[in-house]
């Protein structure tokens, strides 16, 4: 097993038990589907793109992390190429395959860039134009699930362990599939 590049979590195991176990939501939660029967680490791998930006006569470099499992989540934005404070080396099985080569992965991080950029005013934008180049190598993000249930029946949450927010549809497809997989 290779050991894998993780960006270090802002959010401890404790921490995201806690998380999973306070609060109206999560007691709502216990009623429907069952009490918190166990927490695990989950890690995507994310293909890291250095993006030039040039609008208005200006050049503007930033780092972006697309997820290489499905090309669906968020992206994931850097000033600069993560060090080696903020990553963490580690191995394990639970992590999402890599599906996304980085030709493809070019093309959906340039589109996603021109659509936060859109967002943000289009107005703003003038002789416009951006180009992506894949940076070698990949990092993992760390997510917090937690598996809820009664006997046979599970149901689970996912906690971005970095962001520390709870994640929706994407994130818990994206696991779904990989323990689809794996079983």
Same mark, same amino acid.
């Given at each position: 097993?290779? !050991?894998?590049?993780? =960006?270090? &979590?802002?959010?401890? *195991?404790?921490?995201?038990?806690?998380?999973?176990? +306070?609060?109206?939501?999560?007691?709502?939660?216990?009623?429907?589907?069952? &009490? $918190?029967? !166990?927490? @695990?680490?989950?890690?995507? &791998?994310f293909k890291l793109f250095q993006?030039?930006?040039?609008?208005?006569?200006?050049?503007? =470099? +930033?780092?972006?992390? %697309?997820? @290489?499992?499905?090309?669906? /989540?968020? =992206?994931?934005?850097?000033?600069?190429? #993560?060090?080696?404070?903020e990553v963490i080396y580690r191995?394990? *099985?639970?992590? @999402?395959?890599?599906?996304?080569?980085?030709?493809?992965?070019?093309? $959906?991080?340039?589109?996603?860039?021109?659509? /936060? %950029?859109?967002?943000?005013?289009?107005?703003?934008?003038?002789?416009?134009? %951006?180009?992506?180049?894949?940076? #070698?190598?990949?990092?993992?993000? &760390?997510?917090?699930?937690?598996?809820?249930?009664?006997?046979? @029946?599970?149901?689970?949450?996912?906690?971005?362990a970095v962001r520390r927010r709870?994640?929706?549809?994407?994130? *818990?497809? %994206?696991?779904?599939?990989? =323990?689809? !997989?794996?079983?």
């Amino acid at each position: 097993m290779t !050991s894998l590049r993780i =960006l270090k &979590p802002n959010v401890t *195991r404790e921490e995201a038990i806690e998380q999973f176990s +306070r609060g109206a939501i999560s007691h709502m939660r216990a009623g429907l589907y069952g &009490p $918190l029967r !166990s927490v @695990a680490d989950f890690f995507v &791998p994310f293909k890291l793109f250095q993006v030039e930006i040039f609008n208005n006569g200006r050049k503007k =470099l +930033r780092i972006f992390g %697309l997820d @290489a499992a499905s090309g669906l /989540l968020d =992206l994931y934005g850097f000033d600069q190429m #993560p060090g080696d404070h903020e990553v963490i080396y580690r191995e394990s *099985r639970n992590r @999402a395959p890599i599906i996304v080569n980085d030709e493809i992965g070019k093309s $959906l991080v340039a589109t996603k860039v021109q659509r /936060l %950029l859109f967002t943000t005013g289009f107005f703003r934008l003038w002789n416009f134009r %951006l180009s992506a180049e894949a940076i #070698p190598g990949e990092i993992y993000v &760390p997510y917090w699930v937690g598996f809820r249930g009664r006997r046979a @029946a599970a149901r689970f949450v996912v906690m971005d362990a970095v962001r520390r927010r709870m994640e929706g549809g994407k994130v *818990r497809e %994206l696991l779904r599939d990989w =323990l689809a !997989s794996t079983s």
